[in-house]
């Protein structure tokens, strides 16, 4: 059986055949023109979904070589810093030795005392070394000077304890460089507790009296006043007391409040805002906005003599043992593991008959011991392997700064048992400093392996991302003349097909 053709099933079928020809001519001019494979979702999706994943992942490890390559900087100039307090050590030492020659003289010592204080000027301004206006030694607090001149307790850390890290690579970071609390100075760090006096916040500054609104996630509010003499339990009280569903809590570090919201209709920010011209909120480390808990800032607490030595150094504590204590002719052994206060450790100090006063010093995060006598220096040391006098800030080991200023102490009242004691000192607080260096030097190491391992990895995977969207010019090219001719030879045979007649038109 003989079906007839129309005209207009010829004209479609013509039409189309041009249509698919030319959408295929205009694709591989694109891709020709961008280089690329796929250009379009539809192009092809599975290959477009290991295209988008290359490329997050090249553009990720891009960052981590950011960071390492803007970050050495912090690394290679804190063990400048580091070095150049270790050459004072050394002449430190040095000094030490040379006043205790038979021929020295009181005279001599003095000088030795004046070079020695530049020594100690030196060392701290190294100390306070920064580089892109962040200070390198004061732990996570970048833009506070790290140490300061106290007239009642000589040079004091002002930093924290925490390290400054950046991310490296996926679930991998290293510190920029380390706290001066790990190899000049102590951070005693103790945990905020519910006893902890509001005074005693942000190292001594306290919390000033006042209001501050809080405004849960379902939109109700409450004031919150903070009177004077009160403690963090006073606060917390007051918070989960007010009718809100918030609930107040000392946070897993212990070093900050929290915040927790447990609103089912959300409405709202948590937010928590000060009343009038105060800043209450703001010194307890709650003032903001969120959209969830709050998480407050580290509130930085200081140490009282109700401190427990369970709750130093963020909650570990410090491993007590005996100390020596140089106190001119006068020497003597502490012993204080029996101690659970800071207020036990400065009553056995005192009441051990060496003729010297403990105490905290003016920042409250470390103690101090001075000698009642004009004519000699109270030298702190540790017994053996032991570290209590270091943990305390005494003397020895990190304590550079207590150190120096003993010895020089000692040089200026010509006490030579005391520049006998410092010797000690001095040896231990150059190793801790080696050993801070040897640290920095491992990181800096691993930086460097880290960016070249990157590097291969951007290589290998730009490669890969090539081999997925880049389209073959060549090949594309022979489609491009293929695809040229043929849609040439469908526009002729069109041409010659489809030729109108009268009767096209009659029907």
Request: proline content about 2%; glycine content about 8%; cysteine-free.
């Amino acid at each position: 059986m003989v079906q007839r053709v129309t005209n207009q099933a010829m004209q479609a079928t013509s039409l189309q055949n041009i249509f698919r020809i030319t959408e295929g001519l205009f694709k591989a001019n694109e891709r020709v023109a961008t280089g690329k494979r796929i250009n379009t979702l539809s192009d092809d999706p599975t290959a477009l979904r290991d295209s988008l994943s290359l490329k997050n992942s090249i553009s990720q490890v891009s960052q981590f070589r950011r960071n390492i390559e803007n970050n050495t900087v912090f690394l290679q100039n804190a063990d400048t810093a580091l070095n150049s307090i270790g050459l004072g050590l050394v002449r430190a030492r040095e000094l030490s030795l040379g006043a205790l020659a038979g021929t020295d003289s009181a005279e001599s010592r003095q000088f030795a005392a004046i070079e020695l204080r530049n020594i100690i000027d030196q060392a701290l301004q190294s100390a306070n070394s920064k580089v892109k206006n962040n200070f390198l030694f004061s732990g996570t607090e970048s833009r506070t000077q790290p140490f300061s001149v106290s007239a009642a307790s000589g040079i004091v850390y002002l930093g924290n304890s925490e390290r400054f890290e950046i991310q490296i690579a996926n679930s991998s970071s290293v510190p920029l460089t380390l706290p001066g609390s790990e190899m000049l100075a102590t951070d005693l760090d103790p945990l905020l507790t519910g006893t902890t006096q509001l005074s005693d916040l942000n190292a001594g500054a306290g919390v000033p009296p006042g209001s501050f609104s809080i405004t849960d996630r379902a939109g109700n509010s409450a004031n919150i006043t903070v009177a004077a003499g009160a403690n963090i339990n006073t606060v917390i009280g007051a918070i989960n007391a007010a009718g809100l569903s918030i609930t107040a809590s000392i946070n897993a570090q212990g070093n900050g409040l929290v915040l927790t919201d447990s609103s089912t209709t959300l409405t709202g920010s948590l937010t928590v805002a000060e009343l009038g011209n105060g800043n209450t909120a703001q010194a307890l480390g709650i003032e903001g906005r969120v959209d969830g808990n709050l998480q407050g800032r580290n509130v930085d607490p200081r140490v009282s003599g109700n401190t427990l030595v369970s709750d130093l150094n963020g909650g570990q504590g410090i491993n007590l043992g005996s100390i020596n204590i140089v106190n001119g002719a006068t020497s003597g052994t502490v012993n204080l593991t029996s101690a659970s206060t800071l207020n036990d450790v400065l009553a056995a100090i005192n009441g051990a008959g060496l003729n010297v006063t403990a105490s905290i010093n003016s920042r409250g995060n470390a103690l101090q011991v001075n000698s009642n006598s004009p004519n000699s220096a109270a030298i702190v040391r540790d017994i053996g392997t032991g570290k209590t006098a270091e943990a305390f800030g005494l003397g020895g080991g990190r304590n550079v700064f207590v150190v120096l200023s003993k010895l020089k102490e000692a040089l200026e009242k010509d006490d030579s048992f005391g520049i006998i004691a410092s010797l000690d000192a001095l040896k231990t607080t150059q190793a801790q400093l080696n050993n801070a260096r040897a640290e920095l030097g491992s990181i800096q190491r691993r930086l460097e392996t880290t960016e070249i391992i990157h590097e291969s990895d951007t290589v290998t995977q730009t490669e890969q991302l090539s081999t997925v969207e880049d389209a073959d010019i060549t090949a594309e090219a022979s489609r491009i003349a293929q695809l040229d001719f043929a849609l040439r030879a469908t526009l002729n045979t069109s041409a010659r097909i489809l030729q109108p007649s009268l009767l096209d038109f009659l029907r």
